[in-house]
C-alpha cells in the first residue's frame, strides 16, 4: 500500500521568514511522482510543486523547492521568503496510478 | 471554461435524503477524478474515469455512492440514503490525457462542494 505522512499539522512562522514542511511517504514502485499542494482557505487545491522520483535533482519554483531523499522517502517542501498569501493548507501527495494524499500541514504566515 | 466548476459549492441534506453533485471538468480533459475530503483530513480518493468509462471505483465508501459521467464531460456523484459521516467537501478534478503510470498529466482541482449532513 502506497502511503504519505506528514507529522507537523499546524506550524507558523513570521513574514519573510524561510519555513520547511516535511513529508515522508511509502511505496514499492520505482518510478512515481511527488506533489506539494497548496489549499487556501477558498478551497481550491493547486499544485505548488512536483518531483519525478527517477530525477536526482531537487525540484525548484521560484520561492519553493524540494529537499527529495529517494532512499529515505523523503519529500521536504521549503519557503523561502514566506508571505502572508502562503497562508494555507499544504498537502504532500504521491501518484503513481492514483494521487495519495497526507493529511496536511496548516501553515500561518504571521505578519 | 476557465477551470473545473462544481455545484453547489453548499448543500444541506436531512440524514436520508439522496444528494447530487455536480462536476464540470475543463473542455477536452478525457480524466475525470472525485475525492472525499473530511475535516482535517487530506482528500481521499473515490472513483476515476476515462472519457464516460468508470475505471476505477475502488474508493468508494458503500453501495450508496454511485458515479456517472455518461457523455465524457460532465460527471455527477450521487449519494442515497446520506448519513452524517457523509458529510464532506467533495471534490473533482480533471486532466488532459489518461492516467496511470507515468508521464503525470497535471491534475486540475474544482473548488469542491461541502455537504452536511444533519
Known amino acids: 500500500a502506497q502511503t504519505v505522512t506528514q507529522s507537523q499539522p499546524e506550524m507558523s512562522v513570521q513574514e519573510a521568514e524561510t519555513v520547511t514542511l516535511s513529508c515522508t511517504y511509502d511505496?514499492?514502485?520505482?518510478?512515481?511522482?511527488l506533489f506539494w499542494y497548496k489549499q487556501p482557505p477558498s478551497r481550491q487545491m493547486i499544485l505548488v510543486i512536483r518531483?519525478?522520483?527517477?530525477?536526482?535533482q531537487n525540484a525548484t519554483e521560484n520561492r519553493f523547492s524540494v529537499n527529495f531523499q529517494k532512499a529515505a522517502k523523503s519529500f521536504s517542501l521549503k519557503i523561502s521568503d514566506s508571505q502572508l498569501g502562503d497562508t494555507a493548507m499544504y498537502f504532500c501527495a504521491l501518484f503513481y496510478d492514483k494521487i495519495i494524499f497526507g493529511k496536511g500541514t496548516r501553515l500561518h504566515i504571521l505578519p | 471554461g476557465a477551470g473545473v466548476s462544481q455545484s453547489p459549492r453548499y448543500k444541506v441534506a436531512k440524514r436520508g435524503q439522496d444528494v447530487a453533485l455536480r462536476c464540470d471538468p475543463i473542455?477536452?480533459?478525457?480524466?475525470l477524478f472525485w475525492y472525499q475530503q473530511a475535516l482535517g483530513q487530506g482528500p481521499e480518493f473515490l472513483t476515476y474515469?476515462?472519457?464516460?468509462?468508470?475505471?476505477?471505483k475502488s474508493g468508494l465508501p458503500s453501495d450508496r455512492f454511485f458515479a456517472e459521467r455518461p457523455e465524457g464531460s460532465v460527471s455527477t456523484l450521487k449519494i442515497q440514503r446520506t448519513q452524517q459521516e457523509d458529510s464532506a467537501v467533495y471534490l473533482c478534478?480533471?486532466?488532459?490525457?489518461?492516467?496511470?503510470?507515468?508521464?503525470?498529466?497535471?491534475?486540475?482541482f474544482g473548488p469542491g462542494t461541502r455537504l452536511t449532513v444533519l
Open positions: 473542455s477536452g480533459h478525457v480524466s
Open positions: 474515469f476515462q472519457n464516460e468509462a468508470q475505471l476505477d
Open positions: 478534478a480533471s486532466s488532459l490525457a489518461v492516467a496511470g503510470g507515468v508521464p503525470y498529466n497535471e491534475q486540475f
Open positions: 511505496t514499492s514502485e520505482s518510478n512515481y511522482y
Open positions: 518531483q519525478e522520483a527517477y530525477k536526482q
